[in-house]
């Protein structure tokens, strides 16, 4: 069993900066890839950004030069720092980890609501 918990979410201005965790826990013996989605209302769910286990990363072109995704293997914990927010990052923020415990597979954290607005 492995429980994914998102935190940090919020109401921010539009050019505030908001910073989520996603932490992991479970019977866990290695996480490889672990990747943020987001989903606004009446969208379809989209890849924001995603870091391997060596701290390779890739960001969607919206938020490319404002998001910053990091990871700290030690504490299974993934970051994201959410800088210059605009009104169109609102959305529920989903964290995605593949997790080897007596076998690999995906899970998927409850989401954290962000919501840009003046």
């Known amino acids: 069993q492995v429980n994914l918990v998102e935190s940090g979410g919020g109401l921010v201005q539009p050019g505030g900066s908001l910073r989520l965790s996603c932490a992991a826990s479970?019977?866990?013996?290695?996480?490889?890839?672990m990747e943020w989605y987001r989903q606004a209302a009446g969208n379809l769910r989209e890849l924001v950004a995603g870091?391997?286990?060596?701290?390779?990363?890739n960001y969607g072109a919206s938020v490319k030069g404002r998001f910053t995704i990091s990871r700290d293997n030690a504490k299974n914990t993934m970051y994201l720092e959410m800088n210059t927010l605009k009104p169109e990052d609102t959305g529920v923020y989903y964290c995605?980890?593949?997790?080897?415990?007596?076998?690999?597979?995906?899970?998927w954290g409850q989401g954290t609501q962000v919501t840009v607005s003046s």
């Open positions: 995605k980890a593949e997790v080897l415990t007596t076998h690999w597979g995906d899970y």
């Open positions: 870091i391997t286990n060596g701290g390779s990363t």
């Open positions: 479970g019977n866990i013996v290695s996480i490889s890839a």
